[in-house]
């Protein structure tokens, strides 16, 4: 593909990008602004924040985010096969065959071995 | 090169400007109107200009002009730049994810008043979508996870523990569901064999039965799904509820708050138009091919122009039918726990998609391509 024809997603992120700015650079300058110490406070329905939102605490679902990182790659390999499955399936003298199906039926057994391994393990849920 | 430019932006302003924008802040009155519909209100009705009073649509404008002139102020302890900067993050990425949508057939500015020959298109001619790209639907993927840095950046940088505690439920469901979003839709990719929306749109042509959802149902329903979660609404509304859920933009005001609000209807309008392209042939209307309609034996010649013009109109009806399906969702169903969540993506929606790619292949290659 030639250069140019990435022309257009630049001109969406410039232009997307400044209507948005536009939008936030407007809320800035447009509104009224009286700020007393009271109103800069972090707002908790009137009563007074106990302790700092900075403190460390169990992240719920961490394990989730790890297992997500690995499944999303595993996920990205499977998009060069679907976009490929047509060669994949030609023998070159032009009959069908199963290889590229049995190919990936070895890595999608991979994947649900392992998905059945987190599942037993209890890892995908309230921990 | 500056003719791609002027071309680039002209797309992006009619797109964005004249059918987004507007739908969008409609959908802010019009989900009002619609939940007060099914509970038996009346709604917001009122808003009018002088005795202009169309149903109270004028409400979006009111909203508009309200929010622009509302006091728009950093806390004190809050990181001010990651401050300003998330909402930029939530909103842009959808705003740029809609280059990649064909949103109306390829224009061919000297047979506009010509019949076209059904059988080989003009050479040239201009395609109504921003983005052409080999990897389409790959760039919307990846653009739409900055998303999540916006959420979860607001979340963060507003120095306090509510606003923190939703943006880290945005971030895990957002997690939870990117892969099944990626995985559900690989059917699709694999019947069509590419992963351009406009060859995915020319694919299904302008027979339903050869349309995604015909061919693909399954992949619809999970897809579908996995998409109306990534844009965290109801049911899927943990990290930010409107009436009891704390979230994220707790401490956003004025505009700030605006574009969180707007984003998330930009989002809907931006299902809605994956939805049609994938799934519902894009802007095809059932019978109507590139020299006129055909039904069965009864065929009515149409000029160019007036295929181009239906066509694109076709295409802003089914989305306006997503948008409207949506809301309806919305306010039918009740929402799922966090743990309820992660089960149905994980234990669900991820076995479902990877069955599904699987029978999808085999059935293909049982048929013989």
Known sequence: MQLAAYIPAGVVFLLSLGFVGLLMCAAIFLGPKKLTAEKLTSFECGSEPIGSPRARFSVKFYQVAILFLIFDVESAFMYPWVVNFRELSYTPAGAVSWFGFTEMALFVGMLVVALTYVWRKKAIGWD | ?369
């Open chain 2, 1 to 369: 090169m500056l003719m791609i430019f002027l071309l680039g932006a002209l797309k992006w302003l009619g797109l964005i400007m004249v059918f987004v924008m507007p739908v969008a802040s409609l959908l802010t009155w019009a989900e009002r109107r619609q939940s007060a519909m099914m509970q038996d209100r009346l709604g917001p009705n009122r808003a009018n200009i002088g005795s202009v009073r169309i149903w109270g649509i004028l409400h979006f404008v009111a909203d508009a002009v309200k929010m622009l002139f509302k006091e728009d102020f950093v806390p004190a302890k809050a990181h001010k730049t990651l401050f300003r900067l998330a909402p930029v993050l939530a909103f842009a990425p959808v705003l740029i994810a809609f280059a990649i949508i064909p949103f109306g057939p390829t224009i061919h500015v000297d047979h506009l008043f010509k019949v076209l020959d059904p059988y080989s298109a003009p050479s040239g001619g201009e395609r109504l979508q921003i983005f052409t790209a080999e990897f389409g639907m790959l760039f919307y993927f990846a653009i739409a996870s900055i998303a999540n840095y916006g959420t979860t950046l607001a979340g963060w940088a507003s120095y306090n523990k509510w606003a923190l505690l939703g943006g880290l439920r945005a971030s895990s469901q957002m997690m939870a569901y990117e892969v099944t979003m990626g995985l559900a839709v690989l059917g699709m990719f694999l019947v069509t064999g590419t992963l351009e929306p406009g060859a995915m749109v020319d694919w299904q042509g302008p027979n339903p039965l050869h349309w995604g959802i015909t061919v693909q149902p399954l992949a619809f329903l999970l897809f579908f799904t996995a998409a109306i979660a990534e844009t965290k609404r109801a049911p899927f509304d943990i990290p930010e509820g409107e009436p009891e859920v704390i979230g994220y933009f707790l401490e956003y005001s004025g505009l700030g708050f605006g574009t969180f609000f707007l984003a998330e209807f930009v989002e809907i309008v931006f299902v809605g138009a994956l939805m049609t392209t994938v799934f519902f042939g894009g802007y095809h209307i059932p019978g109507l091919y590139q020299n006129g309609f055909y039904f069965g034996d009864w065929f009515f010649e149409l000029p160019h122009v007036v295929v181009a013009v239906l066509q694109v109109h076709a295409f802003i009806f089914k989305v306006i039918f997503f948008c409207w399906f949506q809301l309806l969702i919305r306010w039918t169903l009740p929402r799922f726990r966090p743990d309820q969540l992660i089960h149905l993506g994980w234990k669900k929606i991820l076995p479902m998609s990877l069955a599904n790619v699987m029978i999808t292949a085999a059935v293909l290659l049982w048929l013989g391509l």
